[in-house]
């Protein structure tokens, strides 16, 4: 069983930049893609972005693209998103999520990133940019 718990959420003005941070335990780290979602209120929740286990493929969400960056340290048990040109469309609850598989289900840019996917979710940290 993974546990996951992310920090670095916090308000910031709209075209500011932060860094999420979400740390793994219980479970060999590597051995999982890793992925970022989110939900704004009354929204339902949306992949921003998964990696593979080694990192050599990444997958962003159409509206991201560009402005987020997905990484990974498995030396310390850690996945980051870097998040900049902040608008306030990307307020929203930021959840962090592991998949039984070393692959996310896709790579590149797209419309979506199936929740299903994925076995173990962290509790999430709390996004608001103001504008």
């Known amino acids: 069983q993974v546990l996951l718990m992310e920090s670095g959420g916090v308000s910031v003005q709209a075209g500011g930049s932060l860094r999420l941070s979400c740390t793994a335990s219980?479970?060999?780290?590597?051995?999982?893609?890793m992925a970022w979602f989110r939900q704004a209120p009354g929204k339902e929740r949306e992949g921003v972005s998964c990696?593979?286990?080694?990192?050599?493929?990444?997958f962003y969400l159409h509206p991201v693209k560009g402005r987020f960056t997905i990484s990974r340290d498995n030396a310390k048990n850690t996945l980051y998103l870097q998040l900049n040109s902040l608008e306030p469309e990307d307020t929203a609850m930021y959840y962090c999520?592991?998949?039984?598989?070393?692959?996310?289900?896709?790579?590149?840019?797209?419309?979506?990133?199936?929740?299903?996917?994925?076995?173990?979710w962290g509790q999430g940290t709390q996004v608001t940019v103001s504008s």
């Open positions: 219980g479970a060999t780290f590597r051995n999982y893609a």
């Open positions: 990696i593979s286990a080694g990192s050599s493929l990444t």
């Open positions: 999520a592991a998949r039984t598989s070393t692959n996310c289900r896709y790579s590149g840019v797209g419309h979506s990133l199936p929740g299903s996917d994925f076995n173990y």
